[in-house]
């Protein structure tokens, strides 16, 4: 059974960056795909970006595209999003999550960790 665990949320000024990481215990397959998600007060869960396991394929929401990247860290099962030029309504809790479909769909993802805060001030 496989655990995520997000870490590197804080506060940060609006126009900053953060690199949120998402470390995996447990065997992660080649056939997954890993996800972020965000959730702000009020909102539903937000997809971001996923990233490809086994081939490093990524693709990013329109929300955060060309403000993030998503890097790959095989041999410490991390997979890390890399956000810039945040904005007040970046604010949210930031989740990983991992499942087999190649999906922006949070209902197909089977692994969530418990998330991290971001909070962007103006």
């Given at each position: 059974?496989?655990?995520?665990?997000?870490?590197?949320?804080?506060?940060?000024?609006?126009?900053?960056s953060?690199?949120?990481?998402?470390?995996a215990s447990?065997r992660?397959?080649?056939?997954?795909?890993m996800?972020?998600?965000?959730?702000a007060?009020?909102?539903?869960?937000?997809?971001?970006?996923?990233?490809?396991?086994?081939?490093?394929?990524?693709?990013?929401?329109?929300?955060?595209?060309g403000?993030?990247?998503?890097?790959?860290?095989?041999?410490?099962?991390?997979?890390?999003l890399?956000?810039?030029?945040?904005?007040?309504?970046?604010?949210?809790?930031?989740y990983?999550?991992a499942?087999?479909?190649?999906?922006?769909?949070?209902?197909?993802?089977?692994?969530?960790?418990?998330?991290?805060?971001?909070?962007?001030?103006?």
């Amino acid at each position: 059974q496989a655990q995520l665990d997000e870490s590197g949320g804080g506060l940060v000024q609006a126009g900053g960056s953060l690199r949120l990481s998402c470390a995996a215990s447990g065997r992660i397959l080649s056939s997954w795909v890993m996800a972020w998600f965000r959730e702000a007060p009020g909102k539903d869960r937000e997809f971001l970006g996923r990233i490809r396991w086994s081939t490093g394929r990524t693709d990013y929401a329109d929300s955060v595209k060309g403000r993030s990247t998503l890097f790959k860290d095989s041999p410490n099962q991390k997979v890390d999003l890399q956000l810039n030029s945040l904005k007040p309504e970046d604010t949210a809790v930031y989740y990983c999550a991992a499942g087999t479909q190649w999906s922006a769909n949070r209902a197909d993802y089977f692994h969530w960790g418990q998330g991290t805060q971001v909070i962007v001030s103006s």
